[in-house]
Structure formats: C-alpha cells, structure tokens
C-alpha cells in the first residue's frame, strides 16, 4: 500500500504551474492577484528609485548654481517661472512672489515675506506629494498580501479536508496536492509583502531626505530675501 501510494505522488505535478493549474478558482484568483500586486510593486520600486536618482541630480545641480554667487534675479530669467525640476519650482514660487510683491513705484506690498514662505512651502508640499505617489500602494500591498495568501492558503486546506473526506483516503497521494496548493498562496503573499514592506521603508526614508534638503533650501532662500526687505 505505502510503495503504491508513493507511486501515485510521483506521478503528480508539483512544479509552480502545476500546482496553479490543479487550484480551484478562488485559489487562483488569489494567486493572480498577488502576482498582480508583486509585479505592480516592483514597477513602482525601480520607477520611484528611477525618480529619487534625478530629484537628487536636480537638487545639486540647481544648489550649485544658486550658491555660485550669479545674481538670483539672472537666475530666475534663466530658468523661468515654471522650470522642470523640483528643486528650481521651490526657487521660482519664491522669485515670483518676490517679484510680484514690489509695486510699480519700486516698494514692496506690505506682509511679503509671509507670502513668499508660503508660496515656497505650497510648492514643497507638492513636489513632495509628487514623490510619495506610489508610495501607499507599497504600504497596502506589505500589510494585505500575507493575509491574502492566508485566506487562499485556508480556502485551499479546506478543499483538501472535503477531498479528503469524500474519498474517505488520507495517503499522501489525496492530502499533498491540496497542501501544497494552499501553501503556494501563502508563499506568494509573503513573495509580494517582503519587498514590498522593505522598499516603501527605503524609499520613504529618501523621499523624507529629499524634501527634507527642499525645506531647508527654501529657509536659507528666505533669509537672503528677509535680508534684503530689511535693507
């Protein structure tokens, strides 16, 4: 009876796609979707690693420029009131409140360096939601997927359990095809939630960095311009 049972499980397919292939419907609509996610999730990682790179380009870039001692007015004609990149947007919300603070007689409207703190911080706060966009779908993805993979994995032993009982045969040949298709579910939650947890952790961390470098940028900007409404 044992060499014939252990017959029968050779004869069985245990590969990824067969085990998907012998899943009932609802098993494989929780596997398609958590493959869904884990494709979804890396394309938001190596895109955001993609866009963190040239934010961080960008800001040194600009900030070489800007302490380089050119004049902030040549500056701004230079790359205009609506530039590209992130780090030059704070500069231009700035510049162009600065500028449309000064009246035609030469003098600035009264509570301009107010508005020209919160011009800048509108603006950060923008470009800031421009880099955390994505960013969530990570998050949900690393806290549901390993219970989605739980519920196919129990939805999977159950069917095993009435496979079990309505051929009244517990040898491995009736319990392992079952097991193992449950069990699939749950490795491909944890295949999607694992990358997906670590990298919304790293990723966040640098978007914090970046802003971070943005904010205190606009503070130092403001300091000049505060200087010179003083003067």
């Keep these: 009876m ?14 990824l796609l067969g085990l998907y292939a012998r899943a009932t419907l609802t098993v494989k609509l929780v596997m398609l979707v958590l493959i869904l996610a884990s494709f979804w999730a890396w394309a938001i990682i ?12 960008e800001q040194a870039r600009f900030e070489e420029a800007f302490w380089s001692g050119e004049p902030l007015d040549e500056l701004y004609d230079k790359i205009g009131p609506e530039p590209a ?20 007689d030469g003098g600035l409207i009264p509570g301009a360096q107010s508005r020209i703190d919160r011009s800048m911080d509108v603006t950060i706060t923008k470009e800031s939601d421009g880099l955390e966009k ?24 159950m069917n095993a359990f009435i ?22 579910a749950t490795g491909l939650g944890l295949l999607a939630a694992i990358p997906a947890v670590v990298f919304y ?31």
């Design 163 to 184: 496979s079990i009982a309505q051929e009244q045969n517990t040898n491995l040949a009736v319990v392992a095809p079952g097991i193992a298709e449950a069990l699939l």
């Design 201 to 231: 952790n790293k990723l966040s961390s640098d978007s914090d960095k970046i802003v971070r470098g943005y904010e205190s940028f606009a503070d130092e900007f403001a300091t000049i311009l505060s200087r010179q409404l003083d003067s």
């Design 46 to 57: 190596i895109q955001k690693h993609i866009v963190f790179a040239r934010a961080r380009r």
């Design 134 to 157: 994505g960013l969530p779908f990570l998050a949900t993805v690393g806290s549901t997927a390993p219970f989605i993979g739980l519920f196919g994995t129990v939805w999977g032993i």
């Design 85 to 104: 990149g992130r780090a030059e947007s704070v500069f231009a919300a700035g510049m162009t409140e600065w500028r449309r603070s000064h009246r035609t």
């Design 2 to 15: 044992e060499t014939e049972t252990l017959a029968l499980a050779q004869d069985i397919d245990f590969s």
